[in-house]
């Protein structure tokens, strides 16, 4: 277990839903983030928060509505997604420190399918 | 702009044979460089990052990486291959033009090692 935990691990929702992820971590890190992992494309990467402040939005669309409660806590908010937003997302953590080069910790993500 | 690239989408490599999963990159100034692996269902783990140095780092599971400054590659290698490495393996840099700890990845390289 890398220490970072998402839920659900699946999630199938319709166009019109509201649904949220959710990730924790447990490694006392004080940066989130939220990436997009779609077959054949690299890694995107959506959100960053830093103790707590979001500090990167990376022209994600509003469907998508991040939420960082405290250091240990992320959230993505869904709604109104289209099929097209069908992918695996993965929350990642790491402990940022000036001058330093911090490895991120990756959860299992959350398989989402949008009929 | 920062940048990896994997030529490959997948390498095939007999049980016992050396491997090499190849990572080129573009960046402006000294880069900071990572190799993730993914098995199925499961999120991203860290392998090994070169920072400065040694221009041969290793890394877990037997993993090592040759930084080539001359050919901007980053490639990763392992003497042996197991059954056990068959996985998706993705190079990152870490994108320098912002405050946050950004990592950009490649495609992704499938690693399939056949007994």
């Known amino acids: 277990e890398t220490g970072v935990t998402q839920t659900p691990r699946h999630l199938v929702m319709g166009m019109t839903n509201k649904k949220s992820l959710k990730c924790e971590q447990h490694l006392g890190h004080n940066a989130m983030y939220w990436y997009k992992q779609s077959a054949k494309k690299p890694l995107e990467l959506m959100f960053v928060?830093?103790?707590?402040?979001?500090?990167e939005n990376n022209s994600v669309p509003s469907r998508f509505s991040p939420e960082c409660p405290n250091s240990s806590h992320l959230f993505l908010h869904l709604h109104t997604l289209q099929p097209e937003d069908s992918a695996l997302y993965l929350c990642?953590?790491?402990?940022?420190?000036?001058?330093?080069?911090?490895?991120?910790?990756f959860g299992a993500g959350t398989r989402l399918s949008v009929l | 702009a920062q940048s990896v690239a994997q030529p490959e989408d997948q390498v095939n490599v007999a049980e016992g044979n050396p491997l090499t999963v190849k990572c080129t990159y573009s960046?402006?100034?000294?880069?900071?460089l990572f190799w993730y692996v993914q098995y199925p269902n499961r999120g991203l783990q860290f392998l090994l990052k070169y920072i400065t140095g040694d221009n041969l780092v290793k890394g877990s599971y037997g993993f090592e990486a040759e930084f080539n400054k001359s050919q901007t590659s980053f490639h990763l290698k392992k003497p042996s291959a197991l059954v056990s490495d068959s996985a998706l393996y993705f190079c990152?840099?870490?994108?320098?033009?912002?405050?946050?700890?950004?990592?950009?990845f490649g495609t992704g390289t499938l690693l399939a090692v056949q007994p």
């Open positions: 960046v402006s100034g000294n880069p900071y």
């Open positions: 990642a953590s790491s402990q940022e420190r000036t001058g330093e080069h911090n490895i991120q910790y």
């Open positions: 990152a840099v870490r994108d320098r033009g912002g405050a946050t700890n950004k990592l950009i």
């Open positions: 928060y830093n103790f707590k402040e979001q500090t």
